[in-house]
């Protein structure tokens, strides 16, 4: 079976397990994990950022960042298909009191001035505008990264308006290497980063959120409360570290697959590729990173995704008629190729 639901099924591989094996540990919410205090500050350097606090999974990173920027009451500015909106079981309104103000774009991208309009004025009858959300590389949007200069101009907008900015990188080291940009130069105008390692990388389990000194000290308080203290988590954070060594250059190969896996669903009259993927010059649509998304044109995702089952290819529907598909560590180019032969022709 190869396995394209989500690039977080990838699994720790032999030399990473023996970095697991090896890895000196302590209790790390007594401060004594020398291998958590490692890939914290080699995530922090890798960021540009003072601190970084080391989480068990990336919803908990955003929500720790959330809790930290905001008070109750307030309105976070975010895409309306953000992870925060759809995919962390409300945690926004939970565990910080927080509403959302969705704003719209394709490739889960949106303008400055998109940003300036939903600032609101200081009003008492309005929720207070306290933090943009950026979403890198865009998860529904298609893993679509944001261009650098597009990146900068709504960080400014937000902070010239008072505003804290705090980017969901998930994913964004597919966002630094499918751009060719170092990943602090993604994050430089964010005041906190949230990046996980389970997510095509290899690693069990583990995410990080980054920012100054204390921004970090005050959410290590959050993660507490949540019950996200871990105590020999260097085991964990071995494995991080040797996937942020030995699998980030691979994601060029997981993008390269992902074209791979489109162009065979762009030849299947069946098939639709999302628009959320952007045209090339010639008009034809390529995903950037490791996610694509596409529509039938006819018949059900769920039927379609059980007769790829038959195919030996696991997908995830989506929607009704929406379907996604994700490249990983875990497939090799041999499968990719026979992913693709399996989704162009496929009925
Ligand atoms: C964009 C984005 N943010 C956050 C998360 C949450 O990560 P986790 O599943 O580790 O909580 C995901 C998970 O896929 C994601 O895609």
Redesign the pocket.
């Known amino acids: 079976m190869i396995d394209l639901r ?1 690039d ?1 099924v990838t699994r720790p591989t032999p030399a990473m397990r023996d970095a697991m094996h090896a890895a000196p540990v302590g209790d790390d919410v007594l401060g004594d994990d020398p291998s958590v205090q490692q890939l914290e500050a080699h995530v922090a350097a890798l960021l540009g950022k003072q601190a970084s606090m080391f989480v068990p ?4 990173a ?1 929500q720790c960042a959330i809790r930290v920027h905001t008070q109750p009451g307030d309105e976070i500015i975010a895409h309306e298909g953000s ?1 925060i909106m759809h ?2 079981g409300g945690g926004p309104a939970v565990i910080s009191g927080c509403m959302i103000a969705p704003l719209s774009g394709l490739h889960g991208r949106f303008s400055a001035q998109q940003v300036r309009s939903a600032v609101r004025v200081d009003n008492v009858h309005y929720p207070r505008s306290a933090l943009l959300l950026i ?1 890198n590389t ?2 529904r949007g298609g893993g679509s990264p944001w261009p650098v200069a597009q990146l900068h101009e709504v960080c400014d907008a937000a902070r010239d308006a008072g505003l804290r900015v705090h980017i ?1 990188g ?2 964004l080291w597919n966002a630094s290497v499918a751009l060719g940009v170092p990943a602090a130069q993604l994050a430089s105008k964010a005041d906190s980063v ?1 990046v ?1 390692l ?2 095509g990388l290899g690693a069990p389990v583990g ?1 990080l959120l980054v920012g100054s000194h204390e921004c970090i000290a005050r959410a290590r308080r959050v993660r507490k409360m949540l019950g996200g203290g871990m105590r020999q988590a260097g085991l964990l954070a071995a494995a991080g570290l040797h996937a942020l060594h030995h699998h980030v250059a691979g994601l060029a190969q997981d993008h390269e697959h992902a074209k791979l896996l489109a162009r065979a669903i762009a030849s299947n009259p069946g098939l639709a590729l999302s628009e959320q993927h952007e045209a090339l010059a010639g008009g034809e649509r390529v995903p950037s990173t490791n996610i694509v998304l596409f529509s039938l044109r006819d018949g059900l995702a769920a039927q379609l995704c059980e007769r790829l089952r038959e195919a030996g290819l696991l997908a995830l529907p989506t929607g009704d008629r929406s379907v996604r598909v994700v490249t990983h560590l875990d497939v090799s180019p041999e499968q990719a190729q026979r992913a693709a032969g399996v989704l162009a022709t496929i009925r």
């Open positions: 989500s977080t999974s990336g919803t908990m955003n992870h995919y962390e979403e865009h998860n969901d998930a994913r949230s996980c389970s997510k995410s």
